[in-house]
Structure formats: structure tokens, C-alpha cells
């Protein structure tokens, strides 16, 4: 028997007809609770030893149910050092950090918003190769001023509860990074803005008179494989486990960093990020991750008020 922790979201305070319908389904599977933990009226923990016959997986399709049934997010995870214990907490940015996707903003100023678009959808459910997609896309943005992700900061809005998740981490001791699908002159911005250790993510080139992009893409293309070993380089300098990590975010191009680190997070995700994703949370803030890392609102706040 492994001991699991099951926590509990909800977007509102958690109904009855929530609690009961998880309960049900570990007597479905002849599974009981140990015990219990109310984080706040939204989140609450539940704690279960889980037989190896059964398995993780078999546990999740049966939880994500649940989740779909009753409007609730159900994170599972070993109840062991590394839920408390973890060291490095690794973000997509667009649509994870930040509620935009960048190269839609771009692509809106320069005119070919419907086509970047389309294409940017494909790439995030996993139907198109993410590295021939960004470079298509990066090619309609030929000729537009090198200026443009200066003139986007004022319009882009942190997604809420970025700041204080990330405030509550680094009070903590962790380590925190955005890995961006994105371009590098915003995630270094957003990197400022949170107090993040690391930004990594793709460079545009600029013309030699500086003052229009090409249309190209430099250097290694931050795609999906890119992701997970920078997880791991990052790990690696660090003389952090991978154990001691976990990653956040929400396109199919998150999927491989989520499987390398310790515990993964889709973030309000595509439906096949969901499907695939150690863990689901959609809400409305990504301070919520907080609960899903065992610490309650009460302890949140302490942390956010010193």
C-alpha cells in the first residue's frame, strides 16, 4: 500500500454533493479515508493508502470523472517529503503566467491575426509539430517593428494569483522559472515582474538596422523536448532532485516537462493536456497550486502578509 493525498478545489466553497461523490468512488473502489484536512472552505484534503494492484492511472480516469461530473478538481499525489518538500516550480507563460498568448498579440498589430491564430491552436493540442508551426507562424511577422513587445507590456495582465503564488514560493526557498513557448524579450519582463530565477524561451531576429523583425526564429526552438531538459539542466545546477520539482502549465508542449519533473500541473488546460496531466486545476487563480502543495489558506496568507 501506497499513502496517496487527494486534494479537493473548488471554485466556490465545496459542496456536500462534491465530498460525497469522491467518497463514493473510493468505496467504489473499496478504498476509505484515513483522514482529512480542510485547507479552506475551497479546498480540503483527503488522505488514502492505495493498493499497487490498483494503480495511479486506473485511479485518475476514474477521478477525472468525477471532476467533469462535479465541477471539481481532484489532484492526486504520494503523500510522502515531496509534496512539502519540493525545491523548483518550473511555468509555461502565455496563458499559464499570463493570461494572453503572446504571438496572437503580435499577430493582431501586424494584421494576420486569424492565420497565427489557427495555427498557435493546432500547435497547443498537440495535432501539428510544434517547431514547423512556430516557425510558420514567425514568418507572417516579417516587417513588424522591432519595438512591438515593448509596446505589448502595458496590454498583457499576469494571470491572478501569479504574483502570489510566486511571492509565497520564494518566501519558501524555491527555485521558480518560466519556460516559454513564447518570445524571450517578454518572458525576461515577466521574469522581473515576478521575481522568477530563470527565463528561457525563443529569440525573433531583427533586421541589421534593428528596427523590424524578420520573420525568423534564432537559436534552439523552446519546444516540448527543449522544456524538459531545461527542467532538467535547471535541476541539475541547482543539485535539486527531479523529484523536488514540478512544472505548471497548459498546451500539449507542457506535457513532457509535467512527466520529467517530480509532479505536474495543467493550469486551465486544453482538454488533452487534462487528460494526460498528472494533475488538473481549473480556477480562477494560480494560487490555488498552493493548496495542491499542502498549504492551507491560513499559512498562505502569513506568508504573503510578512
Known amino acids: 500500500m501506497v499513502s496517496y493525498v487527494a486534494t479537493l478545489i473548488s471554485k466556490a466553497?465545496?459542496?456536500?454533493?462534491?465530498r460525497l461523490a469522491w467518497r463514493d468512488l473510493l468505496a467504489k473502489l473499496?478504498?476509505?479515508?484515513?483522514?482529512?484536512?480542510?485547507?479552506?472552505?475551497?479546498?480540503?484534503?483527503?488522505?488514502?493508502d492505495l493498493p499497487e494492484s490498483l494503480g495511479l492511472e486506473s485511479l485518475r480516469t476514474e477521478v477525472n470523472t468525477v471532476c467533469n461530473e462535479k465541477a471539481i478538481d481532484i489532484a492526486l499525489q504520494p503523500n510522502d517529503r515531496y509534496r512539502?518538500?519540493?525545491?523548483?516550480?518550473?511555468?509555461?507563460?502565455?496563458?499559464?503566467?499570463?493570461q494572453q498568448e503572446v504571438i496572437d498579440m503580435i499577430a493582431a498589430y501586424a494584421d494576420v491575426e486569424d492565420q497565427v491564430s489557427s495555427i498557435t491552436s493546432l500547435a497547443m493540442n498537440g495535432l501539428i509539430d510544434f517547431n514547423e508551426s512556430l516557425r510558420r507562424r514567425a514568418s507572417l511577422l516579417e516587417g513588424v517593428p522591432s519595438t512591438v513587445f515593448e509596446s505589448l507590456k502595458s496590454q498583457i495582465c499576469l494571470t491572478p494569483g501569479a504574483h502570489e503564488l510566486c511571492k509565497v514560493l520564494k518566501k519558501e526557498g524555491y527555485q521558480l522559472a518560466v519556460l516559454s513557448g513564447g518570445f524571450i524579450p517578454l518572458a525576461n519582463w515577466i521574469k522581473s515582474k515576478l521575481g522568477l530565477d530563470y527565463?528561457?524561451?525563443?529569440?525573433?531576429?531583427?533586421?541589421?538596422?534593428?528596427?523590424a523583425l524578420t520573420g525568423?526564429?534564432?537559436?534552439?526552438?523552446?519546444?516540448?523536448?527543449?522544456?524538459?531538459?531545461?527542467?532538467?539542466?535547471?535541476?541539475?545546477m541547482g543539485n535539486i532532485e527531479l523529484g523536488e520539482s514540478m512544472a505548471v502549465?497548459?498546451?500539449?508542449?507542457?506535457?513532457?516537462?509535467?512527466?520529467?519533473?517530480?509532479?505536474?500541473i495543467a493550469f486551465n488546460a486544453k482538454p488533452i493536456v487534462q487528460e494526460k496531466a498528472p494533475a488538473r486545476l481549473n480556477a480562477g487563480s494560480l494560487q490555488d497550486v498552493l493548496y495542491i502543495l499542502g498549504y492551507s489558506l491560513d499559512e498562505q496568507n502569513a506568508l504573503l502578509e510578512n
Open 13 to 18: 466553497p465545496i459542496l456536500e454533493e462534491q
Open 30 to 48: 473499496q478504498l476509505s479515508v484515513s483522514d482529512n484536512k480542510k485547507l479552506s472552505d475551497r479546498a480540503e484534503d483527503f488522505f488514502f
Open 84 to 98: 512539502r518538500g519540493k525545491r523548483l516550480v518550473v511555468f509555461d507563460m502565455d496563458s499559464t503566467l499570463i
Open 199 to 211: 527565463a528561457f524561451a525563443n529569440q525573433l531576429e531583427v533586421s541589421e538596422d534593428g528596427t
Open 216 to 236: 525568423k526564429v534564432l537559436g534552439d526552438i523552446v519546444n516540448a523536448e527543449r522544456k524538459a531538459h531545461l527542467l532538467r539542466h535547471i535541476a541539475e
Open 249 to 264: 502549465g497548459d498546451g500539449a508542449n507542457d506535457l513532457k516537462m509535467m512527466d520529467t519533473a517530480g509532479y505536474g
